[in-house]
């Protein structure tokens, strides 16, 4: 198992559910590393089913957007499923400017997320 240094990770039946551990996702070295983390929850840990939990991120870039969409292609290609939850409101209002609420799965909650699966 790898060590995650901007994820905290931890297994509820079936799914991973992940946090991440920077309030403000901004820095792009950071979101590199963010990005490599969560693409090695699929390619190396061979986890299929992700819920991404935003309680307490204040702040996401478009180039964390970016990560996402990737690891969206990724985890569907492994014939996993990828979910989102706990969005603060101006975070949520950007996935719906840019359409991304249509690819993504997004939950109220933690609990109510996990029934997607």
Excluded: P, W, Y
């Excluded at 994820?7 to 979101?31: C, H, P």
């Excluded at 409101?89 to 997607?116: P, Y």
């Amino acid at each position: 198992m790898a060590s995650h240094h901007r994820l905290d990770v931890s297994e509820v039946g079936e799914v991973s559910v992940v946090r991440f551990v920077d309030r403000r996702i901004l820095d792009a070295s950071n979101i590199e590393e963010l990005g490599d983390e969560l693409f090695g929850l699929v390619e190396n840990d061979g986890k299929k089913n992700l819920l991404l939990n935003f309680t307490g991120v204040e702040f996401l870039s478009s180039a964390a957007l970016n990560k996402l969409i990737i690891l969206d292609k990724k985890v569907k290609s492994n014939g996993g499923k990828l979910a989102l939850c706990d969005l603060r409101q101006e975070i949520n209002e950007v996935f719906a400017i840019t359409r991304l609420d249509q690819l993504f799965t997004i939950s109220d909650s933690e609990q109510s997320a996990l029934t997607e699966f």
